[in-house]
Structures are given as C-alpha cells and as structure tokens.
C-alpha cells in the first residue's frame, strides 16, 4: 500500500485552503504539470485527482473547458486538500521549479489607475490638465507582447533602444530610466468568438483568476518612440507574470464597489455587479519596502476592461493576459511606479540610504500582493520577481 500524507498548513498562511492558487511545476528530473499551491506545498494534481489534463506544460488545457469544470475542479481539489494524500501527489514549493503557468495568447495592459493617470499628467504636461479628455470615458490600453511574457523569477536583461537627446537627434544604448509598474492581470480561460463582444456581466464566465504583474518600462525609450503611436520597444523587451494564478472564485472576499464614475460611463461599460479588488500590493526594491499601492482604488474594473477590449468585435483566446497598468494611490507611498516615486527622476528614493531614481544592474524588485480571505483572515497571492542585468 503506498504512504499517504496530510498537508499541515502553518499558522498565518496566506496559500491556506480558501485559497490554492494554481501552478506549473517541475519536480526534480520530472517533467512540467499543474499542481495547487496548499501551505508550503504543492499537489500533483494529475496524481491527487487522477486525470491526465492537469499532465501538461500550462493551465491552458484546463483552462479552455470553461467556469462550471473550473468550480468542479476547485471543489475536488479542497476535498484533497482536506484529506490524507499519495505522497506521490505532494511536492515542497522550496524542492521544484516554477514554469509560466499559462501559454499567453495575447497580452494587453491598460492604464485603469485614476491615481497613476494623473500623476503621469502632472509630470509630462505641468501647465496642462492631467487626464486627457478620454481617459474618463474608457479604458486605456496597448497591445503588447505576448512571446516576452516570463515567469517570476527570470533575469531581465536591459534593454537598448532609440533615446532622446538634447540636441534632438536620438541615440542608440542602454535604456538609462529602466522602471517598474506594479500591476494585476486578468488570465483568459474560456475565449470568445469573433464579432462577439463580452459584456461586463460575463467577466466571471470568461476569466479563470488572477496573478501579479510587473510591466517592465524604458522610460527614455518609450518617451521618444511613444508619438504619436504608444508603447513599443520600451515595454515589448519583458513583462514578469506570476507563477501563481489565483482562482477568481478565491476572491470573493475582495470584491468591493468601484470608486465613483464621473461621468457615467456609456451603456457597454456599466458594471452590472461590482468588480473592484480590495487587493494591497507591495513593492521592495533590494529588500527594502518603498511603496504600498492600493488595488481598491482603480477607477476601471477588470470587467469593463474586458468589455472595452472586446466592444469592437474582437475575439478573445484562452490563455489572453489582459493588465491593469500601474497600480497607485493619491500618497507618495502608494506610488506603484519609480516615475511617480522619484517623480520624473527629480526626487531621488531613499533606498536604505542610498538615493536611486531608475533601476541599475544588478537590482532586484520584488511586488507582493495580500486580499481578504473566505473564513477570515488574508490570502497571498504570487509574487513577482525580478533582477536587472547588464547586457
């Protein structure tokens, strides 16, 4: 008969069983598959639940069949979790690798964050009004690139590009204003056809959960390639994603009203239920907390971002990313961005006593994440990691 095990999960907890967010790992010599996240460990799910689906390289194959096998699932995996286990089926986080858990199909990050919005206006256009005049009626976003989407974790290395120059002839080197934006992505599961747009009452039907984001950012480079058409190199080169996705269903707790909307947005826009995140992130920079961005105050929720994306027909695939953007609040402390903190690089950041504006190799920024937890207390969602190198 093969040993079985119970999972103990440590006191304060943030990976408790209101929460088992989703993965991909490798356990030693083995190969990649889905596993959830209980304590401090991890459950094969392949092996705990018998079913080959969950052998695979992403969540993707899981993640296609849709909201009523997503709740089924996660039923089946808290009666696991509450039981004695195969010790085949229970692998220590600290003992395997994290792979990306989701095969990103598109990627697209907005700029939801009123907070952020504003501050970036005040730093560009001084004299002028901070928010542009559609940043009120819709959500702002880009397309991004879905091929330098990385797992947490991976080195990033610094990117080189076109810069601006006194003179005004660009120059090519280095990015020299190498930034970060704390950020929270929406992973696709069940996609929607084309010519079919996505309501906000559909979000839960569409989008399997949530993970951290950091979306990397040359600011010399994007200041110079961005006019008249928007990001580009400056954001293309890496975007970290979390290696844990945390179930929608886990954030039950979380979900808050939005801020008010002024002026009510179109029809097409309304939330029919409130889809605001009182999610608390936390940005250290070499091991030293220099910010608190607050979720609960962005001013476009994940739903209305879904129903923009998709207003003009647009399909959507399993496996899409879609991204808040920056992350703020109104105090310097709430800043999800070294732009905003250093504003513009005229405010140098007190990093344990050394003054920093941008990111220099050798730098690693962590961004955390807690939210209100089913039962009481707060779950945790994945970090996001990363540390710069010299190219």
Known sequence: MSSRVRIEVPDGSGFGPAHLPYCVFRPRGGQPRVGARLGDSIIDLAVALD????????????????????????ERVRAAADSDLPAAAVHAVAAVTLDLPVEVADYVDFYASIDHATAMGRIFRPDGEPLLPNWRQLPVGYHGRAG????????????????????GTPDFGPSRRLDIEAELGFVVGAGSPLGSPVGTGEFAEHVFGVALVNDWSARDIQGWEAQPLGPF??????TTLSAWVTPLDALAE????????????????????PWGLDIDLAVEWNGHRISTPPYGRMYWSPAQMLAHMTANGASTRTGDLFASGTISGPERHQRGSFMEL???????????????????DGDEVVITASAPAAGGGRLTLGEVRGRIAGR
Not at 62 to 73: D, I, K, L, Y
Not at 344 to 360: A, C, N, S, V
């Open 233 to 238: 190199l400056g954001k293309s080169f890496a």
């Open 254 to 273: 979380a979900r808050i009203p939005l801020p008010e909307q002024q002026p009510e947005p179109l029809p097409y826009l309304r939330d029919s239920t």
């Open 148 to 167: 330098t989407v990385v797992v947490s974790g991976t080195e990033i290395i610094r990117p080189h590009g076109q810069r601006r120059t006194e003179s």
């Open 342 to 360: 250093s504003w513009g690089g005229t405010e140098p950041i007190d990093i344990g006593g050394d003054k920093r504006t941008f990111l220099e």
């Open 51 to 74: 079913d080959p689906m969950f052998a695979q390289p992403s969540l993707n194959a899981f993640m296609t069949q849709g909201p009523r096998c997503w709740q089924e699932v996660r």
